[in-house]
């Protein structure tokens, strides 16, 4: 069986380029393989450390070749791009992937199993049908407006909206059609995204660690399954604030010259999540400047009175993910009364 110090695979749909060093950091591999052949290349190596760009289909390839008894290690695209030495090509990238994984610095995405890429595409699909009915009440309500017919804000108004338009004969036969076709695909759009969020609640209830984490005050069942599916291992992040900077909710540095200048959150990571932490923290916010929430925090009630609702939302959801990653690392359970007492 051929041996290697480590392989780096640049990964495509048809083809695979391999780049190979030996102990001594000699490069003795460099070879392009189609896919049905990578399989049978690394069957016939002793296993070794192999990395790949942590991007489409990468996962399914990690767990093949963990099978085959390889060392794999997933690496975000931005981590490995500093180490193309000159122009793009696959032989490059597969050298640039060989070299960044061999840094001790470097940072890797932990392996995805199955299961859990099929618990992705449930919350996928969720975003997808929310983010589609979102655009189309927006258009029913734009096409609406030229007929010079609105409604209030909110979800809830559509219907009504649309029952209007109906019943509304100064609007042309041919536009009133076109609603009811625009009716048809909403409900529709409706009742397909109820059949998810209800998928959803039973992993969310089936699953020990999620319901754990929603007894965090702004995290309810969406945001802890969202939290068990997109992060399968919080061991890999050293603590909390490297949990809260992969999610982007950390600020943005640009310090230099002993002088400390701090920006806007930096928005890395995860949107999906971070959105749904901040919008979660939005409402624990509105509801302590209402005086409505008992649980609200020292910390909190200190923070909104020295800056504004949206600032104190984001440092919130910023306590909130790191609450989070304590409670999935250790196993712990929430402990109101510690986040009660907490004053920094």
């Avoid at 990468?58 to 997933?74: I, M, P």
Wanted: charged share 25%; glycine share 6%; hydrophobic share 45%.
């Amino acid at each position: 069986m051929e041996k290697f110090s480590r392989i780096g695979v640049d990964t495509s749909k048809e083809f695979f380029q391999l780049h190979g060093v030996d102990e001594r950091e000699q490069v003795v591999l460099r070879r392009k393989l189609r896919r049905k052949q990578v399989l049978r290349f690394f069957a016939g190596v002793e296993p070794t450390l192999v990395g790949l760009e942590a991007s489409g289909g990468a996962h399914y390839w990690a767990r093949e070749l963990t099978r085959l008894g390889h060392d794999v290690r997933l690496m975000a695209p931005q981590y490995i791009k500093p180490y193309v030495k000159r122009g793009k090509n696959d032989a490059a990238d597969a050298e640039a992937i060989c070299e960044a994984m061999s840094r001790p610095t470097m940072r890797f995405v932990a392996i995805k199993s199955a299961e859990n890429q099929a618990a992705l595409m449930l919350a996928g699909m969720r975003e997808r049908l929310a983010r589609n009915r979102v655009q189309l009440a927006n258009t029913i309500r734009g096409y609406a407006a030229e007929f010079g017919v609105v409604a209030a804000k909110g979800r809830a108004n559509i219907r009504s909206l649309l029952l209007q338009l109906q019943a509304d004969t100064t609007i042309p036969a041919m536009a009133r059609e076109l609603f009811a076709e625009h009716a048809k695909q909403y409900a529709a759009l409706t009742v397909q995204l109820a059949t998810i969020n209800a998928k959803l609640l039973a992993f969310h209830r089936a699953n020990e660690m999620s319901r754990r984490l929603a007894r965090i005050p702004s995290i309810g069942p969406v945001i802890a399954a969202h939290l068990v599916m997109k992060v399968p291992d919080p061991q890999a992040f050293r603590s909390g604030r490297h949990f809260a900077a992969w999610l982007g909710l950390t600020p943005k540095d640009h310090s230099t010259a002993g002088k400390t200048r701090l920006g806007v959150i930096t928005r890395a990571g995860d949107e999906t999540l971070r959105s749904l932490l901040v919008v979660g923290a939005t409402a624990v916010v509105w509801q302590a400047r209402r005086g409505k929430s008992r649980s609200a925090s020292p910390w909190l009630l200190a923070l909104l009175k020295r800056k504004p609702p949206k600032h104190a939302a984001v440092a919130l959801a910023n306590k909130i993910a790191r609450i989070a990653w304590k409670l999935m690392a250790t196993g712990e359970a929430y402990d109101t009364r510690r986040f009660l007492a907490a004053t920094t």
